[in-house]
């Protein structure tokens, strides 16, 4: 069957989608929820989450410098301090659909930093512990931003307004000069970022490695130990080879359903030593040539998997597919597009690769985009690909699938309306304007501050990041015009 919606019936198909909206894959049967079964699973997908603990551990006596200013969120796709409230409201959400699993497809964090991991490892040991959800985690190129750890800085809100730089490099410190828009500095080791490793290691319970309960796990490298899940990552210029940690993993949580984990992050080094690296997070199309071993690894998992019968869910952080549904070209001649979406999206060759592998169905994140899309191989193969929005950027929604067997899915896509307290830092950002007011400073999306739903103030936040900054980003324009949520950085 073809399945080549155009991006204009794309959308009008869209258009009357209420608060909660199925997405029949094609070839796929639908089923009510009457049919379900002890073979019917039922998970909740969650992108980019971003976790920032405004409650987190800097180090500080005042707990105040734990948010960032409203100026830097809207010269950022996504906002900082609300996911805080929007990712536990969604928990709650999830645990009232009864829901178990809950799949985090990557940039759980907002860069890695030790607090905000810690805070998101608390929230997720107390809705495992208190509601019994099982997380399996993949990492995003914003956790880790270098396989093994960098210094980071971000400027945060003090209590009398002023922007204040936060850094876990001390020499920041030491050679600060203060300015109207950052006034201070303050060094907490709690900023750095953290690299695979121990990421792994706080966060191996949601996935990252094998526990009791689990009827099996395995990883593409023979072993389940941290220490073994390693590749030789290639210099640009091909002269040497540094050691990279690789997080892919299988579990098999309950018995007949595979859930496989494909971390598609790659890492350059710049040096023999490993101490500096580059990545352009452009996940499968660098993934299949510094580490082909896990794409042989994902073709030997789905032929097993359907020897043996297994459900099987793949994800990833990045798409395995174009996932604009045919409308990526449009996009980059529209807008003349010439540098960041575009580079993000996977050539035909390697999306071929993936349908030799045998994949058929894929989740991902990195976009910030709710889009579902599917892609004809040479050989009348297909592989759908399903994008799953942020919660911290316009419009806010989670993914919920039930499988019903091997090939068997539904879809849906949960939108955030509301969200309990997602209010309750404005009165931080009411200081904000008036510190700016008195320097002169831009403060143009004080009008945000009017809103009366968490979803609003998404909307208004790209408002601000596109109409109001008058950027040049096509991607966040689009959204305006489409109502969807296309965004430029993952
Ligand atoms: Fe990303
Ligand atoms: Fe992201």
Same mark, same amino acid.
């Given at each position: 069957?073809?399945?080549?919606?155009?991006?204009?019936?794309?959308?009008?198909?869209?258009?009357?989608?209420?608060?909660?909206?199925?997405?029949?894959?094609?070839?796929?049967?639908?089923?009510?929820?009457?049919?379900?079964?002890?073979?019917?699973?039922?998970?909740?997908?969650?992108?980019?989450?971003?976790?920032?603990?405004?409650?987190?551990?800097?180090?500080?006596?005042?707990?105040?410098?734990?948010?960032?200013?409203?100026?830097?969120?809207?010269?950022?796709?996504?906002?900082?301090?609300?996911?805080?409230?929007?990712?536990?409201?969604?928990?709650?959400?999830?645990?009232?659909? +009864? !829901? &178990?699993?809950?799949?985090?497809?990557? $940039?759980?964090?907002?860069?890695?930093?030790?607090?905000? @991991? %810690? #805070?998101?490892?608390?929230?997720?040991?107390?809705?495992?512990?208190?509601?019994?959800?099982?997380?399996?985690?993949?990492?995003?190129?914003?956790?880790?931003?270098?396989?093994?750890?960098?210094?980071?800085?971000?400027?945060?809100?003090?209590?009398?307004?002023? +922007? !204040? &730089?936060?850094?876990?490099?001390?020499? $920041?410190?030491?050679?600060?000069?203060?300015?109207?828009? @950052? %006034? #201070?500095?303050?060094?907490?080791?709690?900023?750095?970022?953290?690299?695979?490793?121990?990421?792994?290691?706080?966060?191996?319970?949601?996935?990252?490695?094998?526990?009791?309960?689990?009827?099996?796990?395995?990883?593409?490298?023979?072993?389940?130990?941290?220490?073994?899940?390693?590749?030789?990552?290639?210099?640009? $210029?091909?002269?040497?080879?540094?050691?990279?940690?690789?997080?892919?993993?299988?579990?098999?949580?309950?018995?007949?359903?595979?859930?496989?984990?494909?971390?598609?992050?790659?890492?350059?080094?710049?040096?023999?030593?490993?101490?500096?690296?580059?990545?352009?997070?452009?996940?499968?199309?660098?993934?299949?040539?510094?580490?082909?071993?896990?794409?042989?690894?994902?073709?030997?998992?789905?032929?097993?998997?359907?020897?043996?019968?297994?459900?099987?869910?793949?994800?990833?952080?990045?798409?395995?597919?174009?996932?604009?549904?045919?409308?990526?070209?449009?996009?980059?001649?529209?807008?003349?597009?010439?540098?960041?979406?575009?580079?993000?999206?996977?050539?035909?060759?390697?999306?071929?690769?993936?349908?030799?592998?045998?994949?058929?169905?894929?989740?991902?994140?990195?976009?910030?985009?709710?889009?579902?899309?599917?892609?004809?191989?040479?050989?009348?193969?297909?592989?759908?690909?399903?994008?799953?929005?942020?919660?911290?950027?316009?419009?806010?929604?989670?993914?919920?699938?039930?499988?019903?067997?091997?090939?068997?899915?539904?879809?849906?896509?949960?939108?955030?309306?509301?969200?309990?307290?997602?209010?309750?830092?404005?009165?931080?950002?009411?200081?904000?304007?008036?510190?700016?007011?008195?320097?002169?400073?831009?403060?143009?999306?004080?009008?945000?501050?009017?809103?009366?739903?968490?979803?609003?103030?998404?909307?208004?936040?790209?408002?601000?990041?596109?109409?109001?900054?008058?950027?040049?980003?096509?991607?966040?324009?689009?959204?305006?015009?489409?109502?969807?949520?296309?965004?430029?950085?993952?």
């Amino acid at each position: 069957m073809s399945y080549q919606l155009s991006r204009r019936q794309f959308l009008l198909s869209s258009a009357s989608v209420a608060a909660t909206s199925a997405t029949v894959l094609p070839g796929c049967k639908l089923q009510s929820n009457n049919n379900q079964t002890d073979q019917t699973h039922r998970i909740a997908l969650l992108g980019d989450v971003h976790f920032h603990d405004i409650h987190g551990d800097f180090g500080f006596n005042d707990n105040e410098v734990c948010i960032r200013t409203m100026q830097d969120s809207v010269g950022s796709t996504r906002m900082f301090n609300e996911n805080y409230f929007v990712f536990k409201a969604t928990l709650d959400d999830i645990v009232a659909e +009864g !829901i &178990k699993f809950v799949i985090l497809v990557g $940039d759980f964090s907002d860069d890695g930093q030790e607090a905000h @991991v %810690d #805070g998101l490892k608390r929230v997720l040991d107390q809705y495992s512990d208190e509601y019994g959800l099982e997380f399996f985690l993949t990492h995003g190129n914003h956790d880790p931003t270098t396989p093994y750890g960098e210094d980071c800085d971000k400027t945060f809100l003090r209590s009398d307004g002023a +922007g !204040i &730089k936060v850094t876990s490099n001390q020499s $920041d410190v030491e050679n600060f000069i203060p300015s109207d828009e @950052v %006034d #201070g500095v303050l060094y907490s080791p709690k900023m750095q970022s953290l690299g695979f490793m121990p990421l792994m290691e706080k966060l191996g319970r949601f996935g990252f490695q094998s526990q009791p309960h689990y009827h099996y796990y395995e990883t593409p490298w023979k072993s389940d130990k941290l220490e073994d899940r390693v590749y030789q990552a290639t210099s640009a $210029d091909g002269t040497y080879t540094v050691e990279c940690p690789d997080s892919s993993y299988l579990v098999e949580p309950i018995e007949g359903f595979w859930i496989c984990s494909v971390d598609m992050n790659t890492h350059v080094p710049l040096d023999p030593l490993g101490s500096q690296w580059d990545h352009d997070a452009k996940g499968y199309e660098d993934g299949k040539v510094q580490k082909p071993q896990v794409l042989a690894w994902l073709k030997d998992v789905i032929k097993r998997a359907d020897e043996q019968g297994k459900t099987l869910l793949v994800f990833s952080h990045y798409p395995a597919i174009e996932y604009l549904n045919y409308s990526a070209d449009d996009f980059y001649y529209l807008f003349a597009d010439s540098s960041y979406n575009h580079k993000r999206v996977p050539t035909s060759e390697t999306t071929e690769e993936l349908i030799d592998c045998g994949l058929k169905l894929h989740f991902a994140g990195h976009i910030h985009i709710n889009d579902t899309a599917k892609y004809v191989g040479r050989n009348g193969q297909t592989l759908v690909n399903v994008q799953a929005p942020s919660l911290a950027a316009y419009i806010p929604a989670y993914k919920k699938i039930t499988c019903y067997g091997p090939d068997d899915f539904e879809i849906e896509t949960k939108v955030i309306e509301d969200v309990p307290e997602f209010d309750s830092l404005f009165n931080h950002y009411e200081n904000e304007i008036d510190w700016r007011t008195a320097k002169g400073l831009d403060t143009h999306w004080k009008s945000m501050l009017e809103v009366s739903s968490y979803r609003e103030l998404m909307y208004q936040h790209l408002i601000c990041l596109t109409v109001n900054n008058k950027s040049d980003d096509w991607a966040g324009i689009c959204a305006i015009f489409t109502n969807q949520n296309f965004h430029s950085i993952g």
